[in-house]
Structure formats: C-alpha cells, structure tokens
C-alpha cells in the first residue's frame, strides 16, 4: 500500500511524528553576536545563544522538507505550523549581516572561528509588512490559521496592518491584539473581525502596555473611531484584557458598551488592569450572566503587588449574590469593594441553600464585609466575618459531598489577612499583639508559608512583614477582645 492511500488521519499522525523529531534534531536557538568590531578595535566579536526559537517557528522548520513532497503533505503541513502565528516587532532596530537568518545553515555557521559582524538596520515592523503581503498574495495560507498574537505594534498606522492581515484569516478563532485597535479600527473593521466570513471569532484578548512618549504625543495616533457602541460582541465567548497603561487606556465606558452585545461570554479575564472599576465589571457580568464559567478580576497592577481600590459600585446591587447565582460560575478571582456570606449561601433558602456552582480555587480579595463599609474593627463586623468563613467552609463541604463531587479551595484576602476556611486558618502578621498581650495571644502561632511576598494580595499594602498562621477560632476571639483589628 502505498504511503499517499493511507486514510488522513494516519498520515497525519505519522507527519506530526515526523515534525516532532525534525523539531528535536533541528536547532532550538539562536545566535546574537556581542559588538560589532569597529575599525582598529582589538576586542573580538563573541557568539552568544540568544535565545530559543519559538515554538511556532520550530514547527515551521520542522515541516519545510514535508512541505516540498506533494500537494497533500504541503496542505498538512500549513495546518500544522500556521495553526499559531506570532507577529512581534522587531526588536533592536538591526540584524548582524552575517548571522544566517537560515537556522538550517546554523551547523555550517558553528564552523567559523572567529565570527565578525556588520550591524544592518532592520525595520522593526517588517515582520507585519510580510504578514500583510503574504496573507494578501496567498490567501489559502492565511486561512490555515486558527490562532494569532500580535506583540509590538501600537500606532495607527500598525493597526490598519494589522486588520489588512486579519482580513484573509477566514478561520481565525483566537487573537490578541493591542488595545489601541479598540480605538483605532471603525466599527467595519470589528464585525469583520468578529463574525468574519468563515467561523465567527471565539477569543479575543486585547494587551496594552505604556507606547513610547512620541507615539503618545503623535496626533494620528490619539484618534478615537468610537466604534465599539456598534459592533456585536455575541459571537464571543472568551474575552481578556490584559495590563496597564495611561494611553487611550480600556475603560468602564468601553466594558458598557462590549456589553450590550457581550450576552454569551464563557470566560472572561481582566488582569493588572486598573483603569477599570467594578462597575464595567459587573455590567458585562449582567450582561453574560447565564454562560459564564469563569470570571477573573484582579486589578493588580504589573510593575508589583499593590492592588488599586477595586471602586465602589454605584448602584445599591448585592455583588455578593449575583456572582453567587450565576448559573454555571466555577471560577471565580475577584477584587471587590465588599464581601459577605451570601456570596457561598442563600440566606432565602432554609435548607441547601445554594446555587453556587464554584469549584477548583477560589480567591476573593475585598475592602469591606457587606454592610460594615465604615470599615470599622466592630463586633457585629466580626460576626460577619464568622459567618462568612462558616458558610464558605459549609459550601466546601456541601461541593465535596454532592452527586458529583467537586474539590473547592477558597482563600480570601481581607484585613491585611489570608483566611483558609477549609483549613480553619488566618495568615497574617500577628507580632505587635503578641508584643502587646505580652505572649498571652496568639496560643495556636505557627510559620506561615503564605506572604508577604506579594503572594497576599493585599490592598494599598506595600510592606509586609513575615506572615504567621494561627486558628480561626483563635483570631475572630482575639478580634473581640481588641487585641487585634479588622479595621480596613
Ligand atoms: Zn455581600
């Protein structure tokens, strides 16, 4: 039988073998050069390993020989290497001369002594401008591809590239793109995107980061299309905002808008971002409130662990209780204004009260217990927080014994202090009333293996000191007794 007649699967099995030892035999890396040698100049020119190949391209020199052999193995061989595609600018500004951009030629490279080196200006958005050309000139090649980041590339000018690369990639599921698109692209450009002519987009990820003060400062750049009111976020069912910046940054006005439409989002992710509050937050969570399975906010910015305020909701709603009765809801990370024994029980139902659908971790970082937002160390504030903890470790144990059961940890950050009510455990920083209670308080103190570095997710907390673990029991009767606070 020959090679060619073997059903698809099976051939494609074998190729992706194939691919995956070219992958381990082929060069993994590549080279930078230490300096370039100038005239009269003694130093010699080193090699270095510069880093390793990506992965994407690693699949593309794996398959370059699959692709010569026929018609077939060149269409499979597309589908493999082009299911991800990275576009990144270049960085640098220039490329050595004599460094094979040929990793296949890397062995013969190896051979040469003492390598020199011409530094050769490389315009940084080449590898967009290609992109562009050769999706354009070959259409059935950008519609191979199922996936695509773009990294670098914050101007107006870089985004219309990068919407005329999109515009072939007819089964393009998944992207991530810079933020300034939101600003950047009418709304034409959006529902091309979106709904497409092929599959409608499924994830869509949008990173910002802080653009250079001259590309801030160019007038094209600051453009606002406004487009978002009009376009259909319907289709989508993953949505990701990632990072921070002053620049046309995404903001409540942008979440309100995206949820108009935004009614069938599975997951959705906004991460170091804090030029957004809970508000646009919850607006999307209203809005796609049946389907979603996993909400994560966690505004921390990237440059350390300081976590903004996560706002004040403007309207009189109990956060706690929606996030709680979203239907299919399992993981949840979130920063709010405050919490509350509602969030794991209804309080309305008198036995199995409980709608939460929460599995896996569980973290809840908030400012305040619902209903004592003066933030005051009360009693009645501390019988909250009891009861926050028992009901949190009933709904632990209700999610582990149920018809099918489900592992729940959760952790919430409050007070400078990181409760484990599964374990009946508080990590904090407990020396100044054991100074104060001259040793009396706490009795239960071991070392904590959580904090201070950052791993707290504190708010507006900067300097932690070594964080210790006692019991929960121990901590609320200590709270009473003023020996320590829950002040926030
Ligand atoms: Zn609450």
Same mark, same amino acid.
């Given at each position: 039988?020959?090679?060619?007649?073997?059903?698809?699967?099976?051939?494609?099995?074998?190729?992706?073998?194939?691919?995956?030892?070219?992958?381990?035999?082929?060069?993994?890396?590549?080279?930078?050069?230490?300096?370039?040698?100038?005239?009269?100049?003694?130093?010699?020119?080193?090699?270095?390993?510069?880093?390793?190949?990506? &992965?994407?391209?690693?699949?593309?020199? =794996? +398959?370059? =020989?699959?692709?010569?052999?026929?018609?077939?193995?060149?269409?499979?061989?597309?589908?493999?290497?082009?299911?991800?595609?990275?576009?990144?600018?270049?960085?640098?500004?220039?490329?050595?001369?004599?460094?094979?951009?040929?990793?296949?030629?890397?062995? !013969?490279?190896?051979?040469?002594?003492? $390598?020199?080196?011409?530094?050769?200006?490389?315009?940084?958005?080449?590898?967009?401008?290609?992109?562009?050309?050769?999706?354009?000139?070959?259409?059935?090649? =950008?519609?191979?591809?199922?996936?695509?980041?773009?990294?670098?590339?914050?101007?107006?000018?870089?985004?219309? %590239?990068?919407?005329?690369?999109?515009?072939?990639?007819?089964?393009?599921?998944?992207?991530?793109?810079?933020? +300034?698109?939101?600003?950047?692209?009418?709304?034409?450009?959006?529902?091309?995107?979106?709904?497409?002519?092929?599959?409608?987009?499924?994830? !869509?990820?949008?990173?910002?980061?802080? $653009? +250079?003060?001259?590309?801030?400062?160019?007038?094209?750049?600051?453009?606002?299309?406004?487009?978002?009111?009009?376009?259909?976020?319907?289709?989508?069912?993953?949505?990701?905002?990632?990072?921070? +910046?002053?620049?046309? $940054?995404?903001?409540?006005?942008? !979440?309100?808008?995206?949820?108009?439409?935004?009614?069938? %989002?599975?997951?959705?992710?906004?991460?170091?971002?804090?030029?957004?509050?809970?508000?646009?937050?919850?607006?999307?969570?209203?809005?796609?409130?049946? #389907?979603?399975?996993? %909400?994560?906010?966690?505004?921390?910015?990237?440059?350390?662990?300081?976590?903004?305020?996560?706002?004040? /909701?403007?309207?009189?709603?109990?956060?706690?209780?929606?996030?709680?009765?979203?239907?299919?809801?399992? #993981?949840?990370?979130?920063?709010?204004?405050?919490?509350?024994?509602?969030?794991?029980?209804?309080?309305?139902?008198?036995?199995?009260?409980?709608?939460?659908?929460?599995?896996?971790?569980?973290?809840?970082?908030?400012?305040?217990?619902?209903?004592?937002?003066?933030?005051?160390?009360?009693?009645?504030?501390?019988?909250?927080?009891?009861?926050?903890?028992?009901?949190?470790?009933?709904?632990?144990?209700?999610?582990?014994?149920?018809?099918? /059961?489900?592992?729940?940890?959760?952790?919430?950050?409050? =007070?400078?202090?990181?409760?484990?009510?599964?374990?009946?455990?508080?990590?904090?920083?407990?020396? !100044?009333?054991?100074?104060?209670?001259?040793?009396?308080? &706490?009795?239960?103190?071991?070392?904590?293996?959580?904090? $201070?570095?950052?791993?707290?997710?504190?708010?507006?907390?900067?300097?932690?000191?070594?964080?210790?673990?006692?019991?929960?029991?121990?901590?609320?009767?200590?709270?009473?007794?003023?020996?320590?606070?829950?002040?926030?």
């Amino acid at each position: 039988m020959h090679i060619t007649e073997l059903p698809y699967e099976i051939l494609s099995k074998i190729l992706e073998e194939a691919a995956r030892a070219n992958i381990q035999e082929g060069p993994t890396y590549t080279y930078g050069l230490s300096q370039v040698q100038l005239p009269l100049q003694k130093a010699s020119t080193e090699r270095y390993v510069r880093g390793p190949v990506p &992965p994407e391209l690693l699949k593309w020199d =794996a +398959t370059s =020989a699959i692709r010569l052999v026929c018609w077939q193995w060149h269409e499979w061989a597309l589908e493999y290497a082009l299911n991800d595609v990275y576009i990144r600018r270049w960085k640098g500004g220039e490329r050595w001369a004599e460094l094979t951009t040929r990793r296949d030629k890397y062995r !013969l490279y190896e051979l040469i002594p003492r $390598p020199t080196g011409t530094a050769v200006y490389r315009n940084p958005f080449q590898t967009l401008e290609r992109t562009v050309d050769t999706f354009s000139k070959y259409p059935q090649v =950008a519609a191979k591809i199922k996936r695509m980041w773009f990294h670098g590339f914050y101007t107006a000018e870089t985004d219309r %590239l990068i919407f005329q690369s999109l515009k072939n990639c007819i089964s393009l599921v998944s992207v991530s793109l810079p933020w +300034t698109t939101v600003r950047h692209w009418d709304a034409a450009a959006w529902r091309t995107l979106l709904l497409g002519s092929g599959k409608p987009l499924r994830s !869509l990820e949008l990173l910002a980061v802080d $653009p +250079t003060k001259q590309q801030a400062e160019d007038p094209d750049n600051q453009f606002d299309a406004q487009s978002l009111q009009s376009v259909n976020f319907g289709e989508l069912r993953r949505l990701k905002f990632f990072g921070d +910046t002053t620049f046309m $940054p995404i903001t409540d006005r942008d !979440l309100y808008a995206i949820a108009r439409t935004a009614t069938r %989002l599975e997951e959705f992710h906004l991460t170091c971002i804090s030029t957004i509050t809970i508000d646009g937050v919850v607006a999307v969570v209203k809005a796609s409130r049946n #389907t979603l399975r996993v %909400l994560e906010h966690s505004p921390r910015s990237q440059d350390g662990f300081w976590h903004p305020h996560p706002g004040s /909701p403007s309207d009189s709603e109990h956060l706690c209780e929606l996030l709680r009765s979203c239907p299919k809801l399992e #993981t949840l990370s979130i920063s709010l204004p405050s919490v509350c024994a509602d969030l794991f029980s209804d309080r309305h139902v008198q036995f199995g009260g409980d709608n939460a659908k929460f599995s896996g971790d569980l973290q809840v970082r908030a400012l305040h217990i619902c209903g004592h937002e003066h933030g005051r160390s009360t009693d009645e504030a501390t019988d909250a927080l009891e009861k926050l903890l028992h009901e949190a470790r009933s709904l632990v144990q209700r999610r582990a014994t149920s018809v099918i /059961p489900r592992e729940l940890y959760i952790e919430l950050f409050f =007070a400078d202090c990181i409760f484990e009510p599964s374990f009946s455990s508080v990590h904090g920083d407990f020396s !100044l009333a054991q100074i104060a209670s001259r040793g009396q308080w &706490p009795q239960s103190i071991e070392p904590s293996g959580k904090g $201070p570095y950052g791993s707290t997710g504190l708010y507006e907390k900067e300097e932690e000191g070594p964080f210790q673990r006692i019991n929960e029991s121990e901590f609320l009767y200590g709270v009473r007794r003023k020996l320590l606070s829950i002040s926030t």
